[in-house]
């Protein structure tokens, strides 16, 4: 099993700056790909951005430029961040962290419980 927490998230103004970690811990694990999904009330959960193992990044359009996905590997954790800047209204939404791990040969997927960004004046 591995165990994902999450942190960062608040209320920012427009233009502002916001960074988000997701800390994945456990025994014996191997990390496929780390990412940061959305989710604004009443739409679909959207990819944000996605750090593979090789550490290849792939971001949505709307967030090109403006958000950067990292990785850092510790003892025992594997920690992701995605740093939000020039935040605009539209990015409000709850933030999860989704971690495609595998442990003892098995494939699993994991999701954080999600933390609220809010951007507003």
């Known amino acids: 099993q591995v165990q994902l927490a999450e942190s960062g998230g608040g209320l920012v103004q427009p233009g502002g700056s916001l960074t988000l970690g997701c800390v994945a811990s456990?025994?014996?694990?191997?990390?496929?790909?780390m990412a940061w999904y959305r989710q604004a009330p009443g739409k679909q959960r959207d990819l944000v951005a996605q750090?593979?193992?090789?550490?290849?990044?792939?971001?949505a359009s709307s967030v090109k430029g403006r958000f950067s996905i990292s990785r850092h590997t510790g003892n025992n954790t594997v920690t992701v961040y995605l740093q939000m800047n020039s935040l605009k209204a539209e990015d409000t939404a709850v933030y999860y962290c989704?971690?495609?791990?595998?442990?003892?040969?098995?494939?699993?997927?994991?999701w954080g419980q999600g933390t609220q960004v809010t951007v507003s004046s």
């Open positions: 456990g025994s014996r694990f191997s990390i496929d790909a």
């Open positions: 750090i593979t193992s090789g550490d290849r990044t792939n971001y």
């Open positions: 989704n971690v495609a791990a595998q442990q003892y040969g098995v494939k699993y997927n994991y």
